[in-house]
């Protein structure tokens, strides 16, 4: 696993804290020398490869607000880069924190706190020795930046807020507006009892108060500012004896071991004082503004995208290792249903072998049988039956309850061989089996009368005939053959005043006869 070292950079002397999770342990301390480097690159030695986070925690820091036309990309870093130019005279250590947004007129604009610090040439000489030593520089912080991470952590959600702590440099004071940092300050201090620090907290409270006022950072007729006091261990009761709220601030003291309880931190080195809280929110949640450039931190980019790639190859491997499971189980599966086929196949040869083991012994093998039994429904299925002749003409008739049937001739047969009255004589089965399938057709002649319509009414019996033909041909597969009409309508005949002396002598209804037909299959 990769060790995680965090160079606490004072201005008496520099410590390194190794992060163990949720614990932090002291590894070594240098004085702020040049004897303190050379201890330190020795340090290095055996290192090379270890992650190594810088938190500044000195006096002499700069803030300054800008703004920038609102951009994107290059162009916005161009301009960064230029305006952080202008305002420092070395730029290795300097960062913009963006502010947000604020729109002027018709023009969009971005805030920027422009930060760094006012000697950088202190850093030089320990950046040079981690890169010498081929460690992996992951950033260089300032204990103002964590500030409002740490104000997150304690659950400080006013819109403007100062948090405080007592560090083993001084103390600090950040102020922190909408989750971002606006101004910090650290004053040095001297071994004091705990009551004196109390008073000395809110007199440099109250000092910062004015300060920002006279910067028009905060309005002075605002609502009052929360503050935010971390206590040394076992001096929260007397912290908040001193720290008494007013019109102008409203103070929430927290105990040193409630905050590093807050922040996931179970274990700190016995000398160590507020300090830890940002210690150890440097390595777990560092913020995205730092002020190494890209080139200090290359080996730390490089080191990241190889984890990232071993990552995309984890999750490659353990997505094609669960695609390959899931195709495993389905070939144990379809083993197991292949099985349970074979398994039913060798049921069904056993069957049939104890089943044509019961046969009577024939003169012919078993695919003569077959062809036989295949021959045989075929001839079925050209032989007609009239059931279903039957049900077509009662179908239709109850559409027409008129029409009375005196007859219904149902014959098979070749077309040719129905005669001129509709009639034919039965045809064997044997002799329809052996015609072909288009020769055969079922006939069916249909007689009856008209009931329910005047004699002389020679139209709508015409009609009414017409339309039971129809029905008749239009459904079940049949086909109109020849309708018979109770009178005759062509031209070589004359139509009179009744339909036939017999007809009307008898006072019978007009007959008709149609005759369909039907092919087989």
């Known amino acids: 696993m990769t060790t995680r070292c965090i160079l606490y950079f004072t201005a008496d002397e520099h410590s390194v804290y190794r992060s163990t999770g949720r614990g932090l342990e002291l590894d070594a301390k240098f004085q702020a020398d040049d004897a303190g480097v050379e201890a330190f690159q020795q340090y290095l030695q055996g290192r090379r490869g270890a992650l190594f986070y810088l938190l500044a925690d000195l006096m002499g820091e700069d803030f300054h607000e800008d703004q920038i036309p609102y951009l994107r990309g290059g162009d916005r870093e161009a301009i960064l880069q230029r305006r952080i130019a202008q305002r420092y005279r070395d730029t290795r250590l300097a960062a913009a924190l963006s502010l947000g947004q604020v729109i002027s007129g018709e023009r969009r604009n971005e805030r920027l706190l422009l930060a760094s610090f006012t000697n950088t040439q202190q850093f030089v000489p320990w950046l040079d020795a981690l890169e010498s030593a081929g460690a992996r520089l992951a950033g260089v912080y300032s204990v103002p930046l ?272 129905t005669r001129e009255s509709g009639t034919a004589p039965p045809t064997p089965v044997a002799a329809t089996a052996g015609a072909k399938a288009d020769d055969q057709a079922i006939t069916l002649e249909v007689s009856g009368r008209v009931n329910a319509t005047q004699r002389n009414d020679y139209r709508g019996i015409t009609a009414q005939v017409q339309r039971f033909a129809t029905a008749l041909g239009s459904s079940g597969g049949y086909e109109l053959a020849r309708t018979q009409l109770p009178f005759d309508i062509t031209s070589e005949g004359t139509l009179t005043g009744d339909i036939g002396a017999s007809t009307a002598d008898t006072g019978e209804a007009p007959r008709f006869t149609i005759v369909l037909r039907r092919k087989l299959p």
Not at 193 to 201: G, Q
Not at 304 to 319: D, S
Not at 378 to 389: D, K, N, V
């Open 146 to 417: 964590l500030a409002p991470v740490l104000a997150s952590k304690l659950k400080l959600s006013a819109p403007r807020c100062l948090v405080v702590t007592a560090n083993r440099s001084g103390l600090r004071q950040s102020f922190v507006e909408d989750g971002r940092l606006r101004f910090a300050r650290l004053e040095r201090t001297v071994e004091m009892p705990a009551e004196s620090l109390a008073l000395f907290v809110r007199s440099e409270t109250l000092r910062l108060l004015q300060y920002l006022a006279t910067l028009r950072t905060l309005p002075k007729d605002g609502a009052p500012v929360q503050v935010l006091v971390v206590a040394p261990h076992g001096q929260r009761a007397l912290f908040e004896q001193t720290l008494v709220s007013d019109t102008r601030l409203v103070f929430r003291t927290v105990d040193l071991e409630e905050a590093t309880r807050a922040v996931g931190l179970n274990a700190i080195p016995a000398e160590a004082l507020a300090e830890a809280l940002y210690l150890h929110l440097t390595v777990k949640k560092p913020p995205r503004e730092q002020f190494a450039s890209r080139e200090e931190r290359r080996r730390f980019l490089v080191w990241q995208l190889q984890r990232g790639i071993v990552a995309a190859g984890a999750l490659g491997f353990a997505a094609c290792a669960l695609a390959g499971g899931s195709r495993w189980l389905d070939a144990m599966d379809s083993r197991g249903r292949a099985a349970d086929q074979r398994q039913q196949a060798a049921a069904a040869a056993d069957q049939y072998q104890r089943i044509t083991a019961t046969f009577p012994v024939t003169q012919t093998s078993t695919e003569n049988l077959k062809l036989a039994v295949v021959e045989f429904r075929r001839i079925a299925e050209l032989s007609g039956s009239p059931e279903r002749a039957f049900v077509h003409i009662s179908q239709v008739l109850e559409q027409f309850p008129q029409f009375e049937l005196d007859g219904l001739v149902w014959t098979v047969g070749r077309p040719g061989d």
